[in-house]
């Protein structure tokens, strides 16, 4: 899991900014990648308190976003 986007820049404001995760999930039956991501994005903004966007890493398709997340992100857990 890496954080990436505002979170990890100078204008990070805490009490208004959202946490950016990129996330890798090991293979598995889609259904239950469905409900593993929506658990771990629950349970990360319970525990932050803060609005959490998940990002899956091979969803990212767009050379440019692409390019812009891996300039920023920083790893955070790895399992």
Known sequence: MHLFCSAV???????????????EFQPIEPGALVRAYFGLEQQLASITCKSVDLVMADAVHNPYVRRTIEASKQLIDEA
């Open 9 to 23: 820049r100078d204008d990070f404001e805490p009490s208004r900014s959202d946490l950016d995760l990129l996330v």
